[in-house]
């Protein structure tokens, strides 16, 4: 770069980048988990029907890494060893790729990341996730804000499960023991136990929520597009697909309309039966498996949208010239469900079978004057309607027609040639 103000805006430019790059929330979170320590802004608080829990003593904005759920690795089956030993409370089963791991944070610890572990559980309204960040091809849990966090708030986060002891209004809880000391309950579904379980869970004890705003659109006789959004929750992994399956309404069973990568939110549903109506659903997927269903609440129907027009009525002749003749007619009772676009005047001499159109031009009225007659010659005509799904029937034909002047005119244009 010849100029040093646009090699300085340049540099600008790509270190502003750099920066947004890096101050990215997984960012964030991998530089903190690389440091082995929490960020600042937390304190424990002692609670009365629960124990130990953390509040913020910062503003935290949506989206934003809050803390990790530190620990050690370990296989699962190890955890589950431990677990027998000694239930603490403090091991958190989960699924990465095809490796079943847990995270055992039963030790107390006073350095490094010491919160995460003490987050309590709210399922109404919490105000963290939990998710995980992969760092040199290994898992780390941790917690973002899925909504603003104001100072004084207290941490959250769904844990999936039924009910927690406080929620069963149990208050013996001893001072100084956390919240998570002991449980052993399932969620609701059965698959995800995270603390003090020696079931292997499927995924972070998060579920993965229908797509929204699925709706149908382009109609047609043989096929359907359906277009939707993704799911309000994504069980905290990312989604890898979508899939799509379709049932007849006389039917039972569903079968597979396809499989779209997770940047696709759309899918043309084709080679479907003209006048069959069809229930279509779509579940998002990653590495917990198949989510909830989000299905249409009415059938749709494969068909036409539109119908061609109707017939023209009523057509007749007005003014018989020499020269020309003006037809008038009615539109169609029908319109297909389309605006008629144009009218087509077609004509045919007595005794010949073939039909030509009068005009190619654009026609939105219903009357046309027809210039290209010839004096003597006797002709029929009929007029067709025409929308966007094509041309109707034809009207009413009339005719034959003389093209000849009246004889009423015909006496005074010889009375005033004589004069």
Same mark, same amino acid.
């Given at each position: 770069?010849?100029?040093?103000?646009?090699?300085?805006?340049?540099?600008?430019?790509?270190? @502003?980048?750099? @920066?947004?790059?890096?101050?990215?929330?997984?960012?964030?979170? $991998?530089?903190?988990?690389?440091?082995?320590?929490?960020?600042? =802004? +937390?304190?424990?608080?002692?609670?009365p029907t629960k124990g130990r829990g953390v509040i913020a003593k910062k503003d935290i904005m949506i989206g934003e890494f809050v803390l990790q759920y530190h620990g050690e690795i370990i296989e699962a089956k190890e955890?589950?060893?431990?677990?027998?030993?000694?239930?603490?409370? &403090?091991? +958190?089963?989960?699924?990465?790729?095809?490796? !079943?791991?847990?995270?055992?944070?039963?030790?107390?610890?006073?350095?490094?990341?010491? &919160?995460?572990?003490?987050?309590?559980?709210?399922?109404?309204?919490?105000?963290?996730?939990?998710?995980?960040?992969?760092?040199?091809?290994?898992?780390?849990?941790?917690?973002? *804000?899925?909504?603003?966090? #104001?100072?004084?708030?207290?941490?959250? +986060?769904?844990?999936?499960?039924?009910?927690?002891?406080?929620?069963? @209004?149990?208050?013996d809880v001893v001072e100084g023991i956390t919240h998570m000391d002991g449980l052993t309950t399932e969620n609701k579904d059965g698959v995800c136990v995270p603390f003090g379980s020696s079931k292997p869970v499927k995924?972070?004890?998060? $579920?993965?929520?229908?797509?929204?705003?699925?709706?149908? #659109?382009?109609?047609?006789?043989?096929?359907?597009?359906?277009?939707?959004?993704?799911?309000?929750?994504?069980?905290?992994?990312?989604?890898?697909?979508? *899939?799509?399956?379709?049932?007849?309404?006389?039917?039972?069973?569903?079968?597979?309309?396809?499989?779209?990568?997770?940047?696709?939110?759309?899918?043309?549903?084709?080679?479907?039966?003209?006048?069959?109506?069809?229930?279509?659903?779509? #579940?998002?997927?990653?590495?917990?498996? $198949?989510?909830?269903? *989000?299905?249409?609440?009415?059938?749709?129907?494969?068909?036409?949208? &539109?119908?061609?027009?109707?017939?023209?009525?009523?057509?007749?002749?007005?003014?018989?010239? !020499?020269?020309?003749?003006?037809?008038?007619?009615?539109?169609?009772?029908?319109?297909?469900?389309?605006?008629?676009?144009?009218?087509?005047?077609?004509?045919?001499? @007595?005794?010949? #079978?073939?039909?030509?159109?009068?005009?190619? *031009?654009?026609?939105?009225?219903?009357?046309?004057?027809?210039?290209?007659?010839?004096?003597?010659?006797?002709?029929?005509?009929?007029?067709?309607?025409?929308? !966007?799904?094509?041309?109707? $029937?034809?009207?009413?034909?009339?005719?034959?027609?003389?093209?000849?002047?009246?004889? =009423?005119?015909?006496?005074?244009?010889?009375?005033?040639?004589?004069?």
């Open positions: 770069m010849d100029n040093i103000e646009d090699k300085d805006t340049y540099l600008g430019k790509v270190t @502003q980048r750099r @920066q947004k790059k890096r101050l990215k929330p997984e960012n964030v979170a $991998k530089d903190y988990i690389q440091q082995n320590a929490d960020p600042p =802004g +937390f304190e424990i608080k002692i609670f955890g589950d060893k431990r677990e027998k030993i000694n239930s603490t409370g &403090f091991r +958190f089963f989960f699924k990465y790729m095809a490796r !079943k791991l847990c995270i055992d944070s039963s030790e107390e610890v006073t350095m490094g990341p010491i &919160f995460g572990r003490l987050v309590n559980h709210d399922r109404k309204q919490s105000n963290c996730n939990i998710k995980r960040v992969i760092l040199e091809e290994e898992p780390f849990l941790c917690l973002f *804000a899925r909504k603003n966090i #104001s100072v004084g708030e207290e941490l959250t +986060f769904d844990y999936g499960l039924k009910q927690l002891p406080w929620e069963s @209004q149990i208050t995924d972070l004890c998060g $579920k993965l929520s229908a797509p929204t705003n699925l709706e149908v #659109s382009e109609i047609g006789p043989t096929s359907f597009d359906i277009n939707w959004q993704p799911p309000g929750d994504d069980g905290n992994d990312d989604i890898t697909h979508y *899939a799509i399956e379709k049932r007849e309404t006389s039917q039972t069973t569903w079968s597979s309309a396809g499989i779209v990568d997770r940047r696709k939110t759309s899918l043309t549903l084709s080679r479907l039966t003209e006048g069959t109506s069809y229930y279509v659903r779509v #579940s998002a997927e990653n590495t917990l498996g $198949k989510g909830e269903w *989000a299905e249409i609440p009415e059938p749709v129907t494969a068909k036409k949208l &539109f119908d061609v027009p109707g017939a023209p009525i009523d057509l007749d002749a007005f003014e018989v010239t !020499k020269s020309s003749i003006v037809l008038m007619w009615d539109a169609p009772e029908s319109d297909g469900g389309a605006l008629i676009i144009t009218y087509i005047i077609e004509k045919r001499q @007595q005794f010949s #079978s073939r039909w030509t159109r009068c005009t190619k *031009a654009t026609i939105t009225e219903v009357e046309y004057t027809v210039d290209d007659v010839k004096e003597g010659q006797q002709y029929e005509f009929r007029v067709l309607a025409v929308n !966007k799904e094509g041309v109707g $029937k034809p009207s009413n034909k009339i005719g034959p027609i003389s093209a000849k002047d009246p004889f =009423g005119k015909a006496l005074i244009l010889t009375y005033l040639y004589l004069l």
